[in-house]
């Protein structure tokens, strides 16, 4: 399976690994080097801290570095009028009348918590290319769905605010 991110999703990764790399790992290989030298190392804390950060550190770039380069680029540009990449989405769920805000940003950035709805996700998916009035139906599984109708779409630039998950 492939990751759906944008160019600047990518952007972002390659700026943390560089990051990482030229800023962190030099500083986490000094922490090893000192706490090395406070002798015993089977009942160093420190130590094992220190690697413990350093190991975190070094997957963390892995990780990323997998990602980009697993990674299927998607515009992040839509029409004017229509659903896309970056876009806060205003919808009433027809159950309950209940009014939500979604912003639809990538895998990498998705958040329910805070409002930040992947692409992927189910809504995010029957979401992409609706227009501001338009009854969607959202299909979970096989045996359940549910409609929202859209109330409106903000065309919202990415800032960046909306930070990439770490796992």
């Given amino acids: 399976m492939y990751n759906q991110l944008t160019q600047k999703d990518i952007e972002a990764m390659e ?17 090893v080097k000192e706490a090395r030298a406070h ?11 220190a690697k413990r950060e350093k190991n975190k550190n070094e997957s963390r770039i892995r990780f990323l570095e997998r990602m980009i380069k ?6 992040d540009d839509s029409k004017e009028d229509e659903i896309g ?5 205003e919808v009433e769920f ?17 958040n329910s918590l805070e409002g930040l709805i992947s692409v992927e996700s189910p ?25 929202l109708i859209v ?6 630039e990415d800032d960046g605010s909306d930070k ?4």
Avoid: Q, W
Wanted: cysteine-free; glycine content about 6%.
């Fill in 85 to 89: 990449m970056n876009n806060t989405v």
């Fill in 15 to 31: 700026a943390e690994i560089e990051e990482r790399k030229l800023v962190v790992r030099p500083k986490l290989l000094e922490s």
């Fill in 151 to 156: 109330k409106s779409i903000e065309n919202t």
């Fill in 123 to 147: 809504i995010g998916k029957a979401l992409m290319g609706h227009k501001a009035g338009d009854r969607v139906y959202v299909k979970v599984n096989d045996s359940y769905g549910y409609y």
């Fill in 70 to 75: 697993t990674a299927k680029v998607i515009p």
């Fill in 94 to 110: 027809e159950e309950d009348h209940t009014i939500e805000r979604y912003k639809i940003v990538t895998t990498m950035r998705g």
């Fill in 39 to 49: 002798g015993d190392l089977s009942e160093n804390f420190e130590y094992y801290a």
């Fill in 164 to 167: 990439l998950r770490s796992f």
